[in-house]
């Protein structure tokens, strides 16, 4: 109720503020007797961290991995699944200059006025640290999705206007912005790299691939598929929008372009982004989700502090000017939440 | 679990099929002692039924609200109310041909893969007659609202390509595809009354509005209330995307563009759509979605029956050649239900 | 949240106030593909309803079972079934006289505090007609208990502080006051009859035993086996304790008493009643639940009326001097319901 | 689903196993902007901690509180509070001769039967310092029940045939097993240090009492607070029973005695126990449990391996031979919990 769990039967609770002692998720639900080791939850880890790269933030978080509880010797009990990781690196001095005004594009107005407090110390919850507690569960149910044969892709198909021509899967984890086309990634590269020069930021697009989903899973009517999709990725704070398959471009489409025909060998097309109806076709899920610019820029803007008053702010720190490349990995983790917990309610209806 | 409720303090758990005797919902934590009537319902039902103009349906539901639960001499007692549509002009034989066939667009295919088996009259649950329970939730929800001052507004914003111009709001219900211009309204209708005519279909784009929201409504971190009115919004079977503020034309903004400056009198711009880190800033709250083209057409379609042989469909039956103008009050029903809901969770929190 | 749905996986929402309109149920969550009958369903109500000897209530209520939804050609279709009862028989004239007076024993006075309003008519939700809806959504329940080999049975223990000195499960159904001892049953039934005569009632005990299920069922930690079935017993309004295997008695044994020993054949004794650790170990899981004397009796009671004025109030209307034999179904289709949402959750678990 | 939360509103999900690195609690919907130290959790810590006394096991675990989230300046801020108990003081040696036999009375065998694995090492989950975590919660709640005026109070009513004569409040915390009369304490007393001598265990009754509860609180139908309360205390995993007011002695009294008469100075008894068709009448509630004799004891007992061979064992390690003196604080803790989210709840329907 309180909004801090996500899942139905492969559920987590994440907990921990950007600059408190630590941040950290409870996972439970998860099948017993899964092989399951901190290193395999580490990889995901890493690929979401900070100072990746030029076009990410030099912050270093280490997120060391512990799991403390639900492990035995190895494989998963079945009991909770508890990972701690503990935050360093942090630089509250960095942040007195906000502690008083409102951070525009930032959760800081927000928070105050929903709970009359708040830790203003790297955006508390609302930072993009909290995402380190649903990378861990992500990864839990990657490895639960592996043995089911379902593989998540998600990369960065645009950023500041430049769009991806190819989609190159090989390529994706060897450039510095996740993008699937090896060239666009160069230009898109260049582009954060200037506008983290002059303090700003840009917004980009990243796409989702969902492969091996077996057809028939979803729950009409509420909980179908792609809505509970679109709730995991605009529960990212930076994620703006969604589209599934042919998406916002179906708004000028006949019934007669978008309906998939089918064949015996099975669809002839997937605009419909491999959801029908809210349960998975067999075909590839595909979807796309709008990331905003960054919010936190050196840029001098208008605001207000908490008294009211008029002021100029310029929000200093370690940020990332894109946050494309490192949203991918908590894309693909939310995406891995959603499948295992619906492939578990599936096998509970007709159990 | 399986997908028939929708909300947490406030819900709602719909029943029904499309061609089956009867469909309905049950509303529960009902404010009591509010005054509520089937007429006030009524209203609302009527403007999502089938019939009220040429570019619509001509079947006839009639959709008659009896409450049978949860009011006692015209107030709300806070126990479940029940209410109850009988389904009436079902054509079961319009549907026999499609008994055996899957037709392209239609849930016909993954509901029989999801529960291998399936009322393929009418489309069953799937069918867009599922949403008459919504609306009287929604009705109810909008009750609440109005006691908080909040209003909910959508409209056709772009129908087959032909987008509006103008933001008229008295212009919504005077025209027959509820767009907010009224000349692109005209032009709209012809379009779609020539799709009808040769049995084909469009999509588009509906946008809402909410104002009067208390700044500090949503519930970080998953229960954000941009990331839960997604999920309602993708819960209707057509909707195929979302979007907030700036939306997907984010992707190719700078951050000092995209950010809300603000100044002593508030707010100096709304790219965020009214929501900043899951939580309400007081602002109007707006939104987009697309809507796909009407997936019953008539013109002749290539699919494949039960038995995986190929065969030509065309999908017989009253259609809405676009279902823009129909799907605008169960918009407003569903954001209606995501905000009462709030609003109860927010209270519950400081209580 | 507000209290009208039962269960996780497998789940029921009621509606429906005794002297309203109607009652009834939505089941979500049914395995699709299972035979399912209104006749079958129509067995276990006729179980519960009034006038069935002279120790039941005489009231008529019917009770006839209308599927309305989630049954196609004679199988469950997974989509949600709904059952409506139509109310009939209503005295509203008898209930005139306690419309501004608290019947002692009967939820008037906590229900009008509650909500600040309350239907007054035979006791609203408070009234034992609500378990209609119980009854329906646990004879589905049964049905697909039957399937995995598990039966549950209740029956009088004691009443009146009359008890049983024979289990002799042939009799239970044989006797009107469904006793698992037919000497005693003649002895409580006279006793009741005479309690009857002057307007007076009386409590009981039932017990309840159920075999065949599987060894491992239960969801620790806060979600137990035993802790979800006395939430299920207590949740019915007569019921004011419940103890499982030796119960209250353990509270006088030793360790090396009550520990149940095991042999390569199974367990030596069943001191737990068949949940360890809120898991079941695959023996009978028997519990005992007190049943308060029916709070409607025509002997005079000091009372006060909404205005705190002080009065006599003598109950009209037709009411069961001892509701044991009625709740015996009731509790059968509570414990249903505990049963199949935890094979469900199990095999999501598993899954 | 999975079991290890608890709550609807206010809700707390813990994790860890008896033996495992720590143990702990996610408190999730905390009322923010409200006073909480770590001192004022481990007063309830230091209640439940083992080695109080002579007839307490004298484990040391320390159970040091340690807040890492949610509490920001010395006030809540609304966001998930996080506590983690590290453990110490584990003697895994001891367990080693029950790594592969099950041990009469303890869910060994259960856990084995559900998951397939389990961590053998001190029970793991069903351990009783499991319920570490829950008093954390509980002092949370008991802190924001201090702000309503409620008073959660429960003590030992009974051990090993011994009962309480007196209701002597003050007497309570001043002796070693927490009963309400000094006298009959020292009897307990004494009783329990004999059967430690001899290595056997005994059981007993706990009675609580809670003030202060306005009338109107809790959720019909099936969420009454009774049923809740059961639910909550069957949840810990040595209770095996619970009775609201006069309990299972209604079994043999008349409606005319057993009904709760009311005058204008208010209720003149309360056989309820405080709760009528699940809701609060405002007088005080009372309940008892009953506790069973702890399961680990060092005379002789039969059991099988998991190969299904036939030994005999002895549960060595170090054990409380009665349970009660330490289960008073988590049964005080999770009525603080029932009491908070259902005051919650309530708040949520009306807001």
Known sequence: MAGNTFGEVFKITTFGE????????IVDGVTPEVDLSEEYIQIQMNRRKPGQSAVTSPRKEYDIVHILSGVFEGKTTGTPLFVILHNHDMDPAAYSSIQHAFRPGHADFTYLKKYGIRDHRGSGRASGRETAGRVVGGAVARKLLERRGVQVLAYTKEIGGIACRLFEEQAIEKNAVRACDPTAAAEMTKKVEQLAAVGDSCGGIVECRIRGVIPGLG?????????ELAK???SI???????????FSAASMLGSEHNDEMSSAGFLS????GIIGGISTGQEIIFRVVVKPTSSISVPQKTINIRGEEQVIRT?????PCICPRIVPVIEAMACLVLEDHYKRQTAMLG
Not at 270 to 273: A, D, I, P, Q
Not at 316 to 320: A, M, T, V
């Open 18 to 25: 950007s600059h408190g002692a630590a941040v950290g998720v």
């Open 270 to 273: 997937n605009h419909s982004g």
């Open 219 to 227: 729950e009409p009517v509420f909980d179908k598929l792609d809505a």
């Open 232 to 234: 995991a990725m605009l």
């Open 316 to 320: 200093e720190g370690r940020h990332d």
């Open 237 to 247: 704070g930076a994620v703006k929008g969604i589209e599934f398959g042919s998406g």
